[in-house]
């Protein structure tokens, strides 16, 4: 079966510090992984996905996130953080053949104090 | 090119009633996801609707349901309404043909239910 386990559901950085948002998932088959975006009273806004193709990933708003199969592992980087990047994260985690079902972690919320 | 739309983007009911929830798919998407999001908690698939048919359920009851119509617009009908069923519905959209598992989600319905 498959899962995703977000370690940590509030994470607090200064701005211009280093974001780490960590996952892992479980997975029997090959997957797809993506990680998701939601600010307050929002829904929810893809910042990358990894698809089998490269394993470090790059997304919007100056994120990565690098696929670690040996580890189980898509943890999303931010070299600096700004202000603007509070917000709730969320990995997924979905499967060829999955028909573009998703299964969610249960979110970091991210706050950046000056 | 509009993005996934939903309505009502906040409703309140009462227990024991029911809820009707509605969404229209990205342009050139044909299968729409509905997920529920608890409060501070992911989102958790609900179904998923192609050509018109139930495709896939989450771990739901049967007072959920829902309908896809030609146009790909979809309904998510909540019946004998519980507390518990407070939530953020989400819709999602995406296209079979490209079965990459990347969603696109729509605001959101905020639901109460007192």
């Known amino acids: 079966a498959q899962s995703v386990t977000q370690l940590g559901s509030h994470v607090s950085v200064s701005e211009g510090a280093l974001v780490l948002l960590r996952c892992n998932y479980s997975?029997?088959?090959?997957?797809?992984l993506f990680w998701y975006v939601q600010y307050p009273n929002q829904g929810l806004q893809l910042l990358l996905k990894?698809?089998?193709?490269?394993?470090l990933v790059k997304g919007i708003n100056g994120f990565e996130a690098e696929f670690k199969k040996s580890e189980t592992s898509f943890h999303l980087t931010k070299p600096s953080a700004h202000m603007s990047d509070a917000a709730e994260y969320f990995c997924a985690v979905s499967f060829s053949g999955g028909y573009n079902k998703l299964i969610f972690g249960a979110g970091t919320r991210l706050a950046v104090h000056p | 090119d509009a993005g996934v739309t939903q309505s009502p983007t906040h409703l309140i009911k009462t227990r024991g009633q029911q809820v009707t929830l509605r969404c229209s798919p990205k342009s050139g998407h044909d299968t729409v996801s509905w997920y529920q999001q608890a409060l501070g908690q992911g989102p958790q698939f609900i179904f998923q609707?192609?050509?018109?048919?139930?495709?896939q359920r989450g771990n739901f009851p049967d007072r959920f349901s829902g309908h896809q119509f030609p146009n790909y617009s979809s309904e998510l009908n909540v019946n004998a309404l519980l507390l518990g069923d407070s939530a953020l519905y989400l819709c999602a959209s995406s296209s079979m043909d490209r079965n990459t598992g990347e969603l696109f989600f729509g605001e959101g319905s905020r639901l109460t239910v007192l």
């Open positions: 997975s029997s088959v090959p997957p797809y």
């Open positions: 609707y192609y050509e018109e048919e139930e495709r």
């Open positions: 990894y698809t089998s193709a490269a394993t």
